[in-house]
């Protein structure tokens, strides 16, 4: 079992900066992958950001050239560096840790933490 505990939302103006945390409750150096997903009220679920194992990333179209998803395996924790900030990135930013690769029953989850972005 995997705990993942998400950090580092909040309300920020657009254009502004914010960068998120998920640390693990253990190492994630074998992980297949580790990614940030959101959503937004009414919406479903996305993928924002993926890291794999070997370090290649795999970014969503509506972020890509602001968002910066980087994994730290020494202190088991993923980063989520959010930059020019617009009001459409409000959401409920969600970690996910990806052991295995085997699919969504054998994947994990954090809490969420609510991003939210003035205009």
């Known amino acids: 079992q995997v705990q993942l505990v998400e950090s580092g939302g909040g309300l920020v103006q657009a254009g502004g900066s914010l960068r998120l945390s998920c640390a693990a409750s253990?190492?994630?150096?074998?992980?297949?992958?580790m990614g940030w997903y959101r959503q937004a009220p009414g919406k479903e679920r996305e993928l924002v950001a993926a890291?794999?194992?070997?370090?290649?990333?795999n970014i969503a179209d509506s972020v890509k050239g602001r968002f910066t998803i980087s994994r730290d395996n020494a202190k088991n924790t993923v980063y989520l560096q959010m930059n020019s900030l617009k009001p459409e990135d409000t959401a409920v930013y969600y970690c996910?840790?990806?052991?295995?690769?085997w699919g969504p029953g054998y994947e994990y989850w954090g809490q969420g933490t609510q991003v939210t972005v003035s205009s």
């Open positions: 996910n840790a990806d052991p295995t690769g």
């Open positions: 253990g190492s994630i150096f074998r992980f297949n992958a």
């Open positions: 890291v794999s194992r070997d370090g290649s990333t």
